[in-house]
């Protein structure tokens, strides 16, 4: 069978940040005229936007990958990269987009709806960017950020006020054509149609949209048939239209059993919530307003169908109306019929708009305070411990530090040290050489903790000729503990001084870090 296009998964990646750039400034009698490195330019995101030329996923069935625009380099003169293009890609009214794992991350309804999909990288600074009063000659840019990567599942829900339902080649496609200026394939296989036309009904002073979605078969609850993807096309309808076939060549089929074969079908569709507050507002299938179309009352045999089931058909509750699509019969009373349907639910207020789930980037909360900047974990490695440092900041300034750079890399333990790491690290019980991993398994970059702050190792020699280890027969007593412990603490503090006056002195510069978030 066909590829049904309604469901597709889009492979999109952002543009890369563009590096920042070292670069000195030269001038005739002044050889080092100070840093004029520019700044990398930001990588495009990749954005979808919902427009009402765009009906079908089909593009993106076609072209699954797309990628935005590079953000450029910085260059010397203090020039800055352009940034990269953003990439904006139309999709249909009623696309939902999904993670992989089925998670819904936003629910595109209306005109110019959008959703950034793949963020662009930030550009890195140009040493221009990083100099300081301190920091004079920065011998270093940051890198750019590569663009996120994102594989997600787009899959429309087509949003119309009526959809019509019915077996396969009941006539569905030709009543949508007889009533708007759709002009669907039509042909007498079943499952002509795979994905869903949409048309728009002028009834008198009432407009609305009809969506003629593939045939239905029993099962189609259950997947048979492909229904599921069919059935999720009805969700987004506020009203149905029962198209019957009256004329069917199949004996066992006729227009009372289709009906009750479609109505169970509904019945057993769950409609899929997409927000905690829609759940509560969502009408099962079964539960729209609905009525019913009697088709092909054309040909002799379908007139006498309809005679026979027509007044059963009222007796079940609904409104039946005889049609011939073919032969454009009886469709007055059945449009103005279907704008009194939509006006109902209108006035029940169906919802058939959904709030974009926004997705918030997860933060950790410190007790009562402000959100923790990064996580630390004890995890084990080969029977050896290793820390995972995990966090927005500290894992975009790994990315941005070019490790061949000697400067860059402490400009690095710089950022980090402020930010409390490396007093974690000694808080949770780390020893140097210890393995540290900031970021996942997969980008994450490992280092053998070295720290810039000594531990305790001055405190643990004692008067020459004596060996600590071999006094320590007897438990320390809690004053000796005490003594212990004020004595590292010195230790630390002068250490700390001292690369404190480090970078005072411009040794590392105090950057201030925070433009980079
Ligand atoms: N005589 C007659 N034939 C009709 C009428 N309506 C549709 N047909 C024929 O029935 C066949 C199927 O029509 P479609 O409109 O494609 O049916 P459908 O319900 O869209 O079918 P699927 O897309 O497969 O679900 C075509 O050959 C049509 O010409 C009608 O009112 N009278
Ligand atoms: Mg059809």
Known sequence: MAAFVDRVTLHATAGNGGHGCVSVRREKFKPLGGPDGGNGGNGGDITLVVDAQTTTLLSYHHLPHRTAGNGEPGRGDNRHGKNGETLRLSVPDGTVVKDADGNILADLVGEGAEYVVAHGGVGGLGNAALASPKRKAPGFALLGIPGEHADVVLELKTVADIALVGFPSAGKSSLI????????????????????????????????????????????????????????????CAALVHVLDCASLETDRDPLSDLEAIENELAAYSVEPTSEQQAEDLIPLHERPRLIALNKTDLPDGTEMADMV????????????????????????????????????????????????????????????????????????????????????????????????DEAVGYLADRLHRLGVEDRLFADGARPGDTVVIGDDETGVVFDWEPTISTGSEVLSGPRGSDLRMEQTSRPTRGEKRKEYEDLKAARAGVRAEMDEERRSGLWTDYDSDTQN
Request: net charge positive; no cysteine; proline share 8%.
């Open 177 to 236: 054509a007889a009533l708007s200026a759709a002009r669907p394939k039509i042909a007498d296989y079943p499952f002509t149609t795979l994905v869903p036309n949409l048309g728009v009904v002028q009834a008198g002073q009432m407009r609305y949209t009809v969506a003629d979605v593939p045939g239905l078969i029993p099962g189609a609850s259950q997947g048979k048939g492909l229904g599921l993807e069919f059935l999720r096309h009805v969700e987004r």
């Open 310 to 405: 027509r007044e059963q058909l009222e007796e079940r509750g609904y409104r039946v109306f005889d049609v011939s699509a073919l032969a454009h019969q009886g469709l007055d009373p059945l449009k103005y019929a279907m704008g009194e349907l939509v006006e109902e639910s209108r006035a029940r207020q169906v919802p058939v708009e959904a709030s974009p789930v926004v997705t918030i980037e997860p933060k950790v909360r410190r007790k009562g305070g402000r959100p923790e900047e990064f996580t630390l974990r004890r995890e084990e490695r080969n029977l050896k411990p290793l820390f995972r440092i995990r966090g927005i900041k500290p894992e975009k300034w790994v990315a941005q530090t070019d490790f061949t750079n």
